[in-house]
Structure formats: structure tokens, C-alpha cells
Nanobody, 119 residues
Framework: QVRLVESGGGLVQAGGSLRLSCVASWSGSTKSMYVLGWHRQAPGRDRELVAT???????NYGDSVKGRFTISGDNAKNTVSLQLNSLKVEDTGVYYC???????????WGQGTQVTVSS
């Protein structure tokens, strides 16, 4: 059974910063996720890519967060963090930790953590 557990999030004023963290684990295995990352969903909108980190270190960012958010982590340890700087009101939403396992051939999602940016 695979679990992705997020921490961090909360309420912050526009221009502020937050840090999100996620740990992926599953019983009986030490295998690592091929991709770890974050997606977000604002009220009334589709879930969108925020950032991903691929085994080997390649990163990918959504256009709206480039230059403001930074993803980091260790796929071998199944941990990923997201530093959110220069937050805007439109960054408000539920942030979901995401993992893709190449050896299982499927993706996994955390429960989500709320980020609210006030003006």
C-alpha cells in the first residue's frame, strides 16, 4: 500500500512564503518513485501542474509558478518539498503531492493541503 503524506500549507499574505513537504512510503518496498511533485486545484478550476522532480534531478514547472516556486527532494528517499515564494492570491488552492511509480506503472496522490493567500 502506497501513501503520500503532505505537511505545510496554511494562510499567508500576498508576497509571503510557504514550504510544503511530502513523504511517500509503502510497506514492504524500498523502491523509489520515478517522479515526485505537486499539483494544485483552485475552487472551480481543474487540477494543474505546479512542479515535478524526476529521478535523476530533472525538474518541470507550471508556467504560472516559474521563478517563484522551487521544487527539491530526493527520489531515492521518496521525499519532495516545494518552496513557495512571492505568493499571489491566485496561488490559493489545495496542493496535492504526486508520485509516479515506474515499477508499478501508476500514479499516486496525497490527500492535499490547503494554501490560502490573502490580499
Amino acid at each position: 500500500q502506497v501513501r503520500l503524506v503532505e505537511s505545510g500549507g496554511g494562510l499567508v499574505q500576498a508576497g509571503g512564503s510557504l514550504r510544503l513537504s511530502c513523504v511517500a512510503s509503502w510497506s514492504g518496498s524500498t523502491k523509489s518513485m520515478y517522479v515526485l511533485g505537486w499539483h494544485r486545484q483552485a475552487p472551480g478550476r481543474d487540477r494543474e501542474l505546479v512542479a515535478t522532480l524526476r529521478r535523476g534531478g530533472d525538474t518541470n514547472y507550471g508556467d504560472s509558478v516559474k521563478g517563484r516556486f522551487t521544487i527539491s527532494g530526493d527520489n531515492a528517499k521518496n521525499t519532495v518539498s516545494l518552496q513557495l515564494n512571492s505568493l499571489k492570491v491566485e496561488d490559493t488552492g489545495v496542493y496535492y503531492c504526486y508520485g509516479y511509480s515506474d515499477w508499478l506503472g501508476r500514479e499516486f496522490w496525497g490527500q492535499g493541503t490547503q494554501v490560502t493567500v490573502s490580499s
